[in-house]
């Protein structure tokens, strides 16, 4: 059973998440972008794909990862160069499938749609790099945890609350795009 926190708990950590995820960072630049370069359904695949990296970072949290990375600047930095280096790659990726005719042959053709599972991988890598979920995760979900009950349990509970609200904004940016 999920253990989550009384209603008052429960609403402001519900409303520091929906700042959060309204807050656009690298998750809402890539699902935007997969959005208008493929269309609403791989924007919508890629919505799930960052949902996944959301629930792996929730749960690095719950066994201590982000409070190893919100003291650690060295830490840190690896995880922000890397998904940064990850979004470069993504970008560059996409930049070299544009047909070598122009904007009128991007415009007249519409572009292949990558597979499924590749669009799940890249929004996945894409959350799970992404150093402010795992900064919100260490400095917010402590003050909701109470420590009489399963840190575990309430962590996950919570990470799946934030993922629920940024799965929706997620999806209202894809349909915004579409």
């Known amino acids: 059973m999920l253990v989550l926190p009384s209603t008052p708990l429960l609403a402001a950590f519900a409303g520091a998440s929906l700042v959060l995820a309204l ?5 809402v630049v890539y699902i935007v972008a997969r ?3 493929q269309g609403r359904a791989r924007g919508l ?7 996944f990296g959301n629930l792996a970072n929730a749960l690095g949290a719950a066994l201590g990862l982000a409070a190893l990375f919100s003291v650690s600047s060295a830490a840190f930095t690896v995880v922000k ?3 940064a280096a990850y979004l470069v790659y993504l ?6 499938a544009v047909p070598s005719s122009g ?4 415009a007249a053709a519409p572009r292949q749609p990558q597979a499924v599972a590749r669009v799940l991988r890249d929004g996945f890598v894409v959350a799970l790099l ?6 919100f995760f260490a400095a917010f979900l402590p003050q909701f945890i109470d420590a009489g009950a399963h840190p575990l349990q309430q962590t996950l509970a919570l990470g799946a609350v934030f993922v629920a609200i940024a799965g929706c904004t997620d999806v209202l940016y894809v349909l915004t795009a579409s």
Request: hydrophobic share 55%; net charge positive.
């Open 23 to 27: 807050t656009p960072g690298p998750a």
């Open 35 to 37: 959005t208008l370069a």
């Open 45 to 51: 695949a890629s919505v799930i794909g960052v949902a």
């Open 81 to 83: 160069w890397a998904g």
């Open 91 to 96: 970008g560059v990726r996409m930049w070299l």
């Open 103 to 106: 904007a009128d042959a991007m």
């Open 130 to 135: 992404n150093p402010k979920t795992t900064l």
